[in-house]
């Protein structure tokens, strides 16, 4: 049986409660303008432990715990008739210098890989902006820029 306090596992809804709050303000203060540059939010919702970290394994009908620096937990979170998918990254407080390293080059190499396809990059944001601005409330402009 697995026991914590539910204040730990809160941590994982406040994140994404978190992320969902920054991506509605950003979409509600969304303001089209003549033209639209390419616009990118990345959200990197960080749970960061003080102490050790473990991970655990099943292996047959036991569990096996391995030392871990960092971790990524996958959350689904049913709303509605929609479900959302949630990637937080764990880290201890030693590996977090090392974590913000690795997420300085990850968006290098994003924009590496965008800089090498910019005309295409800007022929999809030139259509998903004409098929948007025709919407006038922001969850249809949200839905438009989310699902094109």
């Known amino acids: 049986m697995a026991l914590h306090e539910g204040s730990h596992f809160d941590s994982f809804q ?3 409660d978190a992320v969902d709050y920054r991506q509605d303000q950003h979409f509600k203060s969304w303001k089209f303008g ?5 616009n990118l939010e990345f959200y990197y919702p960080v749970l960061v432990v ?3 970290l473990l991970e655990a394994r099943p292996r047959g009908t ?13 959350r689904t979170v049913i709303r ?5 998918m949630y990637q937080i990254d764990i880290v201890t407080e030693r590996h977090f210098s090392r974590f913000l390293s690795l997420l300085d080059e990850e968006l ?15 022929r ?6 004409a098929s948007a601005k025709r919407l006038r409330s922001p969850d249809a402009v949200r839905r438009a820029m989310e699902e094109t």
């Open 14 to 16: 406040k994140l994404c």
């Open 34 to 38: 003549p033209e639209e540059s390419v």
């Open 50 to 52: 003080q102490g050790d």
């Open 62 to 74: 036991s569990v096996v715990l391995k030392p871990a620096k960092h971790l990524q937990f996958r």
């Open 80 to 84: 509605g008739s929609k479900s959302r």
């Open 108 to 122: 290098a190499t994003i924009v590496r890989r965008i800089k090498a396809r910019r005309r295409v990059v800007e």
């Open 124 to 129: 999809s944001v030139s259509r998903i902006v």
